[in-house]
């Protein structure tokens, strides 16, 4: 009994050992980053790396905050993932709320072909879509960008929110139904309570979606002051933040924690949220 | 209204921004795949047939084949690798009495988490620098000579697999941790009593029950692999500051077809051929997203 005790120690002592070094692989890029963002010194350059920096400051932060204009840019990714990320809901939900609980002609057809359009890569649209915002007098506009971001997006949301829609049973709303209530009603109080996680998830990955993109922006948009933070940081790292990594890791943590956080507030409802529809 | 015209009518504000954003692109592409639209002929370009759909697919050179047998190859090198590794974290983390299991997790996330071309560029400028990336600044302190990580072919392509690793296990490992927890315990239990070992256990309970589960999201990953642009591109491709490997992918390959040769007929029918490649590809695998008749 004892030896097996023993045994049992060693086994999990070499597994937490495994466990712990690939947490550090996965993070290392990370806190290298951060390690170097908050470094008084260069002393990134002379081959000395340590997580911890010999000198704290946040000079490389308040560079990046005030010298730079980071916060319209800031205000600018807000903006376009708010009324993305609206837009989304008020295209994909009714329509899947449609695709799940009617069944009408050409169901079948137009889920699929949703299905079969994805496969175009969305990249591959960007001289055509410059056209299309052009013969709508949309180039270098917002509108024009929360239109192709939704115009990307609604296909995903579709399909996420139908899947987890079907998972909620009927039964729940036919009770509603018998009181009166409307379409309208039963999905503002039933289904949308119900399919949180999935509203959530498909909300946060539009978010993210928006938040990252950047070469429509600097395609579509002409000048840097209109720049979101992803095209910001973009045009930052080909131009004069090659030279200057310390600044360019403060930007982009400044870009990621955003997300970071979110990410972490919801994660519990990641999964769930993604793979309701699909597994089964 | 009629009640016919009702799932119609809810959907209809979603479809047609599909249509705007989504179709008429495609349409337009297929248009003028078949026309000799360049940077000569910017308004008074004409139609020529499959003309530019001969040139990738018939002329040896052009790069288009060598571009496609990359991808593929990307494909299949990540996918298999991916699911080699998160399979065996995923069984790990799954140990009966592992401490900390959610800690480790939560951090494993954290790749997931970041934005992807955030972290793409803090491994372009942290990472893989030649000067001041992490790596070369090792092989500096161990007095070995300094890497050029992306400059190469082979070694650019090695790199951007490492990254997109880094980038897309998380995620897998998530799909197939879910899975492992949704398969009932009482058939292990029963193995064991029946003398099943490890292995024994992994290839009659684990694997044929996991593959149903995590079949839709490792044919998802199949294709944004496929699709990978961006770490590429950011990596080796950027307008401007090309590391001079050629590691184009189908994609950059089109890409760069269109935004920096200007040649948006012939990219238009890359374009196009790409599509319907990925169209069949979603074709056989269909009947692993069917959804479920009720």
């Known amino acids: 009994m004892r030896r097996k005790n023993y045994r049992q120690i060693v086994r999990m002592s070499i597994l937490h050992i495994f466990f712990i070094s690939i947490c550090f692989l996965a993070l290392i890029p990370i806190l290298y980053t951060f390690s170097v963002s908050i470094s008084a010194k260069n002393d990134f350059l002379n081959a000395d790396f340590t997580l911890i920096p010999s000198e704290v400051s946040l000079a490389n932060y308040k560079a990046v905050l005030f010298d730079n204009p980071f916060i319209s840019w800031l205000t600018n990714s807000l903006l376009l993932s708010v009324f993305t990320v609206l837009l989304s809901l008020v295209f994909s939900v009714p329509c899947a709320y449609a695709f799940s609980r009617y069944r009408f002609r050409g169901r079948k057809g137009i889920l699929y072909t949703l299905l079969m359009l994805n496969a175009f890569p969305a990249i591959l649209s960007m001289s055509a879509i410059y056209r299309i915002l052009r013969l709508l007098g949309l180039l270098n506009s917002f509108s024009g960008l929360v239109l192709i971001y939704t115009g990307t997006m609604v296909i995903f949301g579709i399909w996420n929110l139908k899947g987890y829609f079907d998972t909620i049973p009927l039964e729940i709303e036919e009770a509603a139904k018998i009181d009166g209530a409307s379409d309208f009603q039963l999905v503002c109080k039933v289904i949308m309570p119900l399919a949180k996680p999935s509203v959530i998830v498909t909300s946060v990955l539009v978010l993210i979606y928006v938040w990252s993109e950047y070469i429509y922006v600097v395609t579509f948009v002409n000048s840097t002051e209109k720049y979101t933070l992803a095209a910001g940081l973009y045009s930052l790292q080909a131009t004069e933040y090659t030279r200057n990594w310390p600044l360019f890791s403060s930007a982009s943590l400044l870009v990621a924690i955003p997300v970071l956080i979110i990410f972490f507030v919801i994660q519990r409802h990641m999964v769930s949220g993604l793979t309701a529809g699909s597994i089964k | ?294």
């Not at chain 2, 070694?155 to 296990?169: D, G």
């Not at chain 2, 496929?226 to 590429?232: A, E, P, V």
């Not at chain 2, 077809?257 to 599509?275: D, E, L, R």
């Open chain 2, 1 to 294: 209204m009629k009640k016919k015209a009702i799932p119609y009518f809810y959907s209809m504000p979603a479809l047609l921004v599909i249509l705007l954003i989504v179709v008429m692109p495609i349409l337009y592409t297929l248009y003028i795949s078949m026309t000799n639209m360049n940077i000569y002929h910017w308004f008074d370009f004409e139609f020529v047939g499959l003309q530019n759909y001969g040139k990738a697919l018939f002329t040896i050179d052009s790069g288009f084949w060598i571009s496609l047998l990359r991808t593929v190859l990307w494909t299949v090198a990540n996918i298999i690798a991916q699911l080699v590794i998160a399979f065996f974290i995923a069984v790990l983390l799954n140990v009966k009495g592992l401490k900390w299991k959610g800690l480790y997790k939560t951090l494993l996330m954290f790749p997931w988490a970041m934005p992807g071309y955030v972290s793409i560029l803090v491994w372009k400028m942290g990472i893989y620098n030649t000067e001041y990336g992490l790596l070369n600044q090792w092989l500096k302190k161990m007095n070995w000579d300094t890497v050029n990580w992306l400059s190469s072919d082979l070694i650019a392509f090695c790199s951007c697999t490492i990254l997109n690793l880094w980038l897309a296990l998380p995620f897998m490992i998530m799909v197939i941790d879910g899975g492992l927890q949704s398969i009932d315990k009482s058939y292990y239990e029963s193995a064991t009593i029946e003398g099943a070992g490890f292995f024994k256990k992994l290839q009659t309970i684990t694997i044929p029950l996991l593959r149903p589960v995590i079949a839709p999201m490792v044919i998802m990953t199949v294709f944004t692999t496929f699709k990978q642009f961006d770490i590429i591109y950011l990596l080796t491709q950027q307008n401007g500051s090309k590391t001079g490997a050629d590691i184009h992918t189908i994609l950059t390959y089109a890409y760069e077809k269109a935004s920096v040769t200007n040649n948006y007929g012939y990219s238009s029918a890359v374009s196009i051929i790409i599509f319907i490649i990925l169209l069949l590809f979603s074709l056989i695998s269909i009947k692993d997203l069917k959804e479920e008749g009720r």
